[in-house]
């Protein structure tokens, strides 16, 4: 089966600076991949997805790379705020399959 | 707009004892997926309901969960008897299905989680 990898864990920034998360995916079935972004408290919120036929993806001040080849895509945020700071989850799936999530990363974004 | 809703949101049991959550899907969303995150590690897949039709159960952890979508509108997972092992957040989600033959993923909206403990 699918199986996600997510990396870093913790993501530590100063406001301004740019974040990049990175994520890995095992089946080259996958033909979607979804971001969620959870602040304390509240509930996993889509930010932003990519499919398999896009190789990238922007939505102001977010972006979305997708690598079929090498089976992987990230998140870029650029021009970071305090309120950016929340636990990101990627994650791949095959049509309206199940999500696999990868492990999460805990981003902070310092004034 | 309602968004998908779940109940109770936090719930605190003793081991043995039964917990049954409920969770109310997006008016017209005929996918809905249980999912839970333990201890702070991934979000896990646990089971998906097309209308009221099992469509994946491959990640229920075992015959102590029960799911059930009766009618194709709400669901409920019932835990019975609970273990410290299913202590989590357990999340809702449902998304709509794609019109046609066209097998493409939609956006699946998530509830606030139940908080389960078991003591």
């Known amino acids: 089966g699918e199986n996600v990898e997510q990396h870093p864990s913790t993501l530590s920034v100063q406001e301004g600076d740019s974040a990049v998360i990175k994520c890995t995916y095992s089946d080259s079935a996958s033909n979607y991949f979804p971001w969620y972004k959870q602040e304390l408290g509240k509930r996993p919120q889509l930010i932003i997805d990519i499919r398999s036929n896009v190789g990238e993806k922007k939505d102001q001040r977010i972006a979305v790379t997708l690598n079929k080849t090498a089976k992987h895509f990230s998140l870029h945020i650029t021009e970071t705020q305090p309120e950016d700071s929340a636990v990101y989850f990627c994650?791949?799936?095959?049509?309206?399959?199940?999500?696999?999530f990868g492990t999460g990363t805990r981003l902070l974004v310092s004034p | 707009e309602a968004g998908v809703t779940q109940f109770p949101s936090h719930s605190v049991i003793e081991k043995g004892q039964t917990v049954t959550l409920r969770c109310d899907p997006i008016?017209?969303?005929?996918?809905l997926y249980w999912y839970r995150r333990v201890m702070g590690k991934e979000i896990k897949f646990l089971l998906h309901?097309?209308?009221?039709?099992?469509?994946?159960e491959s990640g229920m952890p075992n015959n102590r969960f029960l799911a059930e979508r009766t009618g194709g509108t709400y669901s409920t997972l019932k835990v019975q008897p609970a273990e410290l092992e299913d202590s989590g957040v357990y999340f809702c989600?449902?998304?709509?299905?794609?019109?046609?033959?066209?097998?493409?993923?939609?956006?699946?909206?998530f509830g606030q989680g139940t908080r389960l403990t078991v003591v």
């Open positions: 994650a791949a799936s095959l049509g309206f399959q199940k999500l696999v």
């Open positions: 008016s017209g969303h005929d996918n």
């Open positions: 989600a449902s998304s709509q299905l794609p019109p046609g033959p066209d097998r493409r993923n939609t956006e699946a909206f």
């Open positions: 309901f097309v209308k009221e039709s099992k469509q994946d």
